[in-house]
């Protein structure tokens, strides 16, 4: 009694609107939708909320307050330092739009776009790119002794090296990695659970509702995932531009 | 052998990433709870968090190529 619904038939990126300019496909799709929705309540949830900015914040107003705190102080100082405050805008915006695609794609029946590899790369490279031309910039070529370790034997750095080169290159591909394989994973379970409840409760009530109990606590388990996931997502791009600003 | 079982064992054999996932998550909080036991006001908790998310993602990377072999290729 295999399940008929493909786990993995709900990342199917549809097109809701279909645009087509010379022969490239620019259509309007879930994933884009989503993608918007994420930015416009983020938008509005930073402009409503601080409209009646007061010295003692409200409710509402404390929220924004409380995520620029986050951002700027446990991720931004403790990573980099005050340096690091310049590139506040970037990693918040980075921060909340995963936060939110993660957080929204929990909702039944919608899209997970951080679950696509190719938005989650084209971020992560973005930050490699970026980051590697913030080291450039700062330190000339004096940035290559990034991958030369300090106080290392001459003939072992033949060795490191190497591996400093590759574990630099590699990171867009782990960072992007990461987040999908986490959101991708965490939301075919949840499918996978959820198929085996009508095979189940076909038969008895009881064994049908363990499934359901399962989904449950997975639910609680994606929650923590979608928040820890996106704190990982800005805390690594912290830790690069650290690595790019101050060379070890 | 037929090619759809060998990819179904290959697919089998990628989830063996997640013995070492479930070590190193194992070993976060075990470490976090001996350090909380110890001192109670040790402010560690967020580290263990991103050391549990970090060793979590290992695994998924294993299956992301099981997911790779049964789908794509």
Known sequence: ?248 | MDLQAAKMIGAGLACIALVGAGIGIGNVFAALIGALARNPAAQVTPFAFLGFALAEATGLFGLAIAFLILFVF
Request: charged share 10%.
């Open chain 1, 1 to 248: 009694m295999v399940a008929k619904e493909n786990p993995l038939a709900q990342f199917t990126i549809d097109r809701l609107i279909p645009i087509h300019i010379g022969g490239i496909d620019a259509s309007f799709t879930n994933s884009a939708l989503l993608m918007v929705i994420a930015g416009v309540l983020l938008t509005v949830l930073m402009l409503v909320a601080t409209r009646k900015a007061a010295l003692v914040p409200g409710r509402w107003q404390s929220v924004p307050e409380m995520l620029y705190e986050f951002v700027a102080k446990s991720l931004i100082d403790d990573n980099i330092g005050s340096e690091g405050q310049r590139y506040f805008p970037f990693v918040f915006t980075l921060f909340m739009f995963v936060l939110l695609g993660n957080l929204l794609g929990l909702v039944p029946y919608s899209f997970t776009f951080t679950s696509h590899i190719i938005v989650t790369f084209g971020m992560a490279f973005v930050i490699f790119v970026g980051v590697t031309f913030i080291g450039l910039a700062r330190h000339g070529f004096h940035f290559l002794t990034f991958f030369v370790p300090h106080g290392v034997p001459k003939v072992l750095l033949l060795l490191l090296v190497p591996i400093e080169v590759l574990s630099y290159f590699i990171r867009p591909f782990t960072l992007a990695i990461r987040l999908f394989a986490n959101m991708m994973a965490g939301h075919t379970m949840l499918v996978i659970f959820a198929s085996f409840v009508a095979p189940l409760g076909a038969y008895y009530l009881i064994p049908g509702l363990l499934p359901v109990m399962i989904d449950v606590a997975l639910m609680f388990l994606e929650l923590l995932v979608a928040l820890l996931q996106a704190y990982v997502f800005a805390i690594l791009t912290c830790l690069y531009l650290n690595d790019a600003i101050h060379l070890h």
